[in-house]
């Protein structure tokens, strides 16, 4: 079936400095990817919705500045979180469709953001 | 605006009890509906879909349209059912997700 990979799992940097987290279709294309960010004990949130070659869509409240977003190729995608603080750290998890291989939406397995 | 609920945060009950899950939303159009299930240590995975009116290990969820809602059911509960489940409607328009804040099932021995 339809596999996301997220890289890295997890993360630890320091204040002020920037991250980036990669999304990876394998075996299939995704023109769209999804970012997500999830807090302990808490559901989904989305964050912005991936576009391959054009601008991301970003969700109301997000700054797109602090989370960047590239979508270059059909299988790759990357938030990179800017100059981090504290409360960013949190869970950060992509998804992605593949058409091909029916209904729902593959997760990948999350990355986990420490800020110090 | 559109949004889902999930009632309870936390479900426990024993093997083979019944269990529900209850999601109710309110949105506009005709959203598709869905639930995802996150076993412990492991990544989100899709469960049902409405639409396919499909039985997934023992559950099923019926759309009712009048009360907005998509419970989601089993009939004998079983310990490897202990998961995080959430019920997410996706507007087809858009084609994003929203989730629940999700429930946590305890299915104790």
């Known amino acids: 079936g339809a596999v996301v990979s997220q890289h890295p799992s997890r993360v630890i940097c320091k204040s002020g400095t920037s991250v980036k987290i990669e999304c990876r279709s394998l075996?299939?294309?995704?023109?769209?990817m999804f970012w997500y960010r999830q807090f302990p004990k808490q559901s989904l949130m989305l964050m912005a919705t991936s576009n391959e070659g054009s601008k991301a869509t970003y969700e109301q409240g997000v700054e797109k500045d602090k989370f960047l977003i590239n979508h270059a190729s059909l299988t790759l995608s990357t938030l990179t979180v800017t100059s981090a603080h504290p409360e960013d750290s949190s869970f950060y998890i992509c998804s992605a469709r593949d058409h091909g291989a029916g209904p729902g939406y593959t997760f990948g397995s999350g990355t986990r953001l420490t800020v110090v | 605006a559109q949004r889902v609920t999930q009632p309870e945060k936390l479900l426990s009950v024993f093997k083979g009890a019944p269990v529900e899950l209850k999601c109710n939303y309110s949105y506009s159009g005709s959203p598709e509906l869905f639930w995802y299930v996150q076993y412990s240590r492991q990544r989100l995975q899709l469960l049902l879909r409405h639409i396919s009116r499909e039985s997934i290990k023992g559950f099923t969820a019926d759309l009712n349209k009048g009360e907005t809602s998509f419970h989601l059911k089993k009939p004998f509960a079983q310990e490897e059912d202990s998961a995080m489940y959430y019920c997410a409607p996706m507007n087809s328009g858009y084609s994003t997700l929203t989730f629940g804040k999700g429930t946590m099932l305890l299915v104790s021995p």
């Open positions: 075996d299939f294309q995704a023109t769209t």
